[in-house]
T-cell receptor, first 111, second 113 residues
Framework: QKEVEQNSGPLSVPEGAIASLNCTYSDRGSQSFFWYRQYSGKSPELIMSIYSNGDKEDGRFTAQLNKASQYVSLLIRDSQPSDSATYLCAVNTNRDDKIIFGKGTRLHILP | GAVVSQHPSRVICKSGTSVKIECRSLDFQATTMFWYRQFPKQSLMLMATSNEGSKATYEQGVEKDKFLINHASLTLSTLTVTSAHPEDSSFYIC?????????FGPGTRLTVL
């Protein structure tokens, strides 16, 4: 089982709708979870960190964490074409304090 | 968030030459820095983990004699691609760790002719 799994996409969402990106992880002891956005040809940019169960909101972004299900998600409300990018889920594994990245989900917002 | 710089942003070199890429954490001290490589339309690949004052830890399949990493201070790590070949052409991205989060530099696009 891969340590951090994401659907590669592409996920196509109409402009103005909610984009929902999902991620599962294998290390039950993981404590820190991150979402990065990577535009084509650019490096990843940290957009959200979440450490406890529940929701964390920042502007149009909401990160959701469910440690029991080993599941973390990112919701983007009122999606804009500028949100079109690859979104990387990352998890700090308890095992060796390493941040492991998923392969990313490509999101395409349809104008 | 914390700022990580990388230099140069783009480099073109001839086959057989060596290229050095610098990575700096500008507003924090990074005990650990990472070097990634990314080919077009592919995911990030971790090449090595660099700890200040000690030898880098390379991922399986990454040649340590070809990709020399030096982490001389808490704010600077360098990657030298030695005897570069066209297949080394890629996007090289460094990353630095704070106590909990990891931030990426803007990347260096290497083209080997």
């Amino acid at each position: 089982q891969k340590e951090v799994e994401q659907n590669s996409g592409p996920l196509s969402v109409p402009e103005g709708a909610i984009a929902s990106l999902n991620c599962t992880y294998s290390d039950r002891g993981s404590q820190s979870f991150f979402w990065y956005r990577q535009y084509s040809g650019k490096s990843p940019e940290l957009i959200m960190s979440i450490y406890s169960n529940g929701d964390k909101e920042d502007g149009r972004f909401t990160a959701q964490l469910n440690k029991a299900s080993q599941y973390v998600s990112l919701l983007i409300r009122d999606s804009q074409p500028s949100d079109s990018a690859t979104y990387l889920c990352a998890v700090n594994t308890n095992r060796d304090d390493k941040i492991i990245f998923g392969k990313g989900t490509r999101l395409h917002i349809l104008p | 968030g914390a700022v990580v710089s990388q230099h140069p942003s783009r480099v073109i070199c001839k086959s057989g030459t060596s290229v050095k890429i610098e990575c700096r954490s500008l507003d924090f001290q990074a005990t650990t820095m990472f070097w990634y490589r990314q080919f077009p339309k592919q995911s990030l690949m971790l090449m090595a983990t660099s700890n200040e004052g000690s030898k880098a830890t390379y991922e399986q399949g990454v040649e340590k004699d070809k990709f020399l990493i030096n982490h001389a201070s808490l704010t600077l790590s360098t990657l030298t691609v030695t005897s570069a070949h066209p297949e080394d052409s890629s996007f090289y991205i460094c990353s630095a760790r704070t106590s909990d989060e990891q931030f990426f530099g803007p990347g260096t696009r290497l083209t080997v002719l």
